[in-house]
C-alpha cells in the first residue's frame, strides 16, 4: 500500500470516527442523525462496527442501547384507549373511538418524519 493511500485511509477513519462520536453526544437516532448530515445509514453502521469493534469494552459502554421498537402502553384508567411513547420522547394518545384511516395517516407521517 503507497504513503497516499494509507493516508487516505487513516483521513477516512478519523473522519468516521469523528462522526460517530458526534452522533453519540447528539442523542439523535442513527436515522435523524444521517438524514440531518446528509450521510448514508449503511456507511454508518459499516464505519461504527468497524470503529467499535466488539472486543472494546469501553466502546461498547459509549454505544448508546438503540432499540428498533417503541414503547406502546395502554392506559389503565381509560380502557380501551392506547398511549405511544415515540422514539422521540413524545406520547401520542389515542382514545377508543379514534378512526382508523385518519390514525394509519398520522402514524405515516410521524414514520416519514423519523420519530417511530
Known sequence: MSKEQKESKNNLRQFWQMV???WQESGMSVSKFCKAEGLSEGSFYYWRKRLVGKDSEQNQKDVPNLSPFVEVSIP?????????????????????????TTLAN???????????
Request: glycine fraction near 12%; hydrophobic fraction near 40%; charge should be negative.
Open 106 to 116: 398520522v402514524l405515516l407521517a410521524l414514520c416519514e418524519a423519523g420519530l417511530c
Open 76 to 100: 389503565s384508567e381509560k380502557p380501551g384507549g392506547l398511549e405511544l411513547v415515540l422514539s422521540s420522547g413524545n406520547t401520542l394518545r389515542i382514545s377508543l373511538g379514534a378512526d382508523s
Open 20 to 22: 460517530i462520536d458526534t
